[in-house]
């Protein structure tokens, strides 16, 4: 798997952007930090109503909270050293938010979300499928995660789906 995350990693690597893209792509990188949860409130409130993003975020809790358990226990339990500090010709590109590498964060909890909001409201929830795999993926390209940390956080991140759907089905047969 490492010699595989290593030859990904260097394949991406060398396909570099333009420095508008870049830019931009910084910036984009940067809405999996949370920022992006804000506008996806307010699209679930103008197209779906009140009572559609008032229950989206009651299905969003339990999956959030199984999600950063799952984040933190294993990210703590495996403490993957980050591409950048690896290889010594790599720079972290964009501010990694905690010190390890797996699993990727911006893929595991925005999926944990973004698959609930996938359910509840999949005309717009296509949207946050997409936008966690791309993030993951930049952050490779960006020389803070490997692929397989992606592919982790992807796995991890529907399995918190899952999950938190199976609590909240619990918790309201008990409410």
């Not at 010594?88 to 905690?98: E, G, I, Q």
């Not at 399995?159 to 918790?171: A, D, T």
């Given at each position: ?61 339990p ?24 290889l ?11 010190k ?11 999926l ?64």
């Open positions: 798997m490492r010699n595989l995350d290593i030859r990904f990693f260097h394949f991406w690597r060398r396909h570099s952007f333009s420095n508008g893209m870049d830019k931009f792509l910084r910036f984009y990188t940067r809405l999996g930090d949370g920022y992006v949860w804000t506008l996806v409130i307010a699209f679930l409130y103008l197209f779906y109503g009140k009572e559609a993003l008032l229950l989206t975020v009651k299905h969003v809790i999956a959030i909270l199984v999600s950063l358990v799952l984040y933190w226990a294993i990210k703590l339990t495996v403490r993957r050293k980050r591409p950048f500090e690896l010594k010709s790599v720079n972290a590109d964009v501010p990694p938010l905690d390890y590498s797996f699993p990727s964060g911006h893929a595991m909890n925005n944990a979300v973004g698959f609930t909001v996938f359910a509840d409201a999949p005309g717009i929830g296509w949207i946050m499928i997409f936008m966690p795999v791309t993030w993951g993926l930049l952050r490779v390209y960006y020389g803070v995660h490997w692929l397989s940390d992606v592919i982790g956080g992807i796995i991890l991140g529907l399995l918190s789906f899952w999950l938190g759907r199976i609590m909240y089905i619990i918790w309201q047969s008990y409410g």
